[in-house]
């Protein structure tokens, strides 16, 4: 009888105790589990936080911009170029490089206060490698630009058929002699982007009509030699479109080694004795608004251009 007892009484120890420790082990799951999320907020937020400073929420819009601005932009000097290389009585080859200098300039101040008015790949890099624009948005403006540039290319296709070649660029004389002649043009033309687009000393105000003029100087003395690309994207769309290779590196190496010389150097030699606090929102107004691209926009109260 005692026998019986003591075995029972063990037993039920050995029950109560199986049970706590079952208990237990529920409740650290239980406290896991809570724990778990609450460790992996502060990385959800912060991931959150990079994506919206990296794309904020207008920035579909600044891509929509470029794809239209580089559209019009290969539409109008690619026509005007293919035309004027078919019949000079049409369009005189003076007026295809005036054209080209036009149409920049009106879309520098028709985008530049929404995507920058980038317009060329090389471009793009050369403000990224200067860190006037974040690297993180590179991609997506040259995919813009090269769609823009693209669908023009096929539009022009269609309109002047039967053009074969619609505005397409190759060098006339030897790769080297295009190579430089790409080099320095591009060279000249970002330089003087630079100089209006990022140096709060500039005139500012004006650097639609001085970068289009450049571009307008520039391929009038590039345009027998090289075709004056100055635009990886201006080139490729209608080599596409026209299913034309001849010599396309020399349009991609040539304009993005100018523009990276280009910013580069005048990076080197600007002269800054005002200190970013001290900048006035009207010193800001064109400059950052009209042609870089940035995340957060402050709106000049007093810009007169803000009214047109």
């Excluded at 409740?27 to 994506?51: A, E, Y």
């Excluded at 026509?79 to 520098?108: C, F, Q, W």
């Excluded at 709060?200 to 027998?224: D, M, N, Q, R, Y």
Aim: aromatic share 8%.
């Amino acid at each position: 009888m005692k026998i019986k007892c003591t075995l029972s009484s063990k037993l039920s120890f050995l029950l109560v105790k199986v049970m706590d420790n079952r208990q237990l082990n529920s409740s650290d799951v239980t406290n896991v589990s809570d724990q778990t999320p609450k460790q992996h907020l502060p990385l959800i937020g912060s991931i959150r936080c990079n994506f919206t400073d990296n794309y904020p929420k207008d920035f579909l819009k600044k891509v929509i911009a470029e794809i239209i601005a580089t559209y019009l932009l290969v539409f109008v000097t690619c026509g005007s170029a293919a035309l004027s290389a078919s019949d000079e009585h049409k369009v005189a080859r003076l007026g295809a490089s005036i054209a080209g200098g036009l149409i920049v300039t009106a879309m520098i101040y028709a985008v530049g206060h929404i995507s920058g008015a980038h317009m060329n790949p090389a471009v793009t890099l050369a403000f990224a490698a200067v860190r006037h624009f974040p690297w993180i948005q590179v991609p997506f403006y040259a995919a813009a630009q090269l769609t823009g540039a693209t669908i023009a290319g096929f539009t022009l296709h269609v309109l002047l058929h039967p053009i074969k070649h619609v505005g397409t660029t190759s060098p006339t004389g030897t790769d080297i002699q295009a190579l430089v002649m790409e080099i320095v043009v591009t060279f000249s033309m970002m330089f003087i982007t630079s100089a209006v687009a990022t140096d709060t000393k500039a005139i500012g105000e004006l650097a639609g009509i001085a970068v289009g003029s450049a571009v307008c100087i520039t391929s009038i003395l590039a345009g027998p030699v090289s075709g004056g690309s100055m635009n990886p994207a201006r080139t490729i769309g209608p080599a596409i479109a026209s299913s034309y290779y001849k010599g396309i590196w020399i349009y991609v190496v040539g304009p993005v080694c100018g523009t990276l010389l280009g910013a580069w150097s005048y990076n080197f030699i600007r002269v800054s004795d005002k200190p970013v606090g001290a900048l006035t929102p009207h010193s800001l107004s064109f400059k950052l608004r009209r042609m870089r691209s940035i995340d957060e926009q402050h709106p000049a109260p007093n810009d007169n251009l803000d009214r047109i």
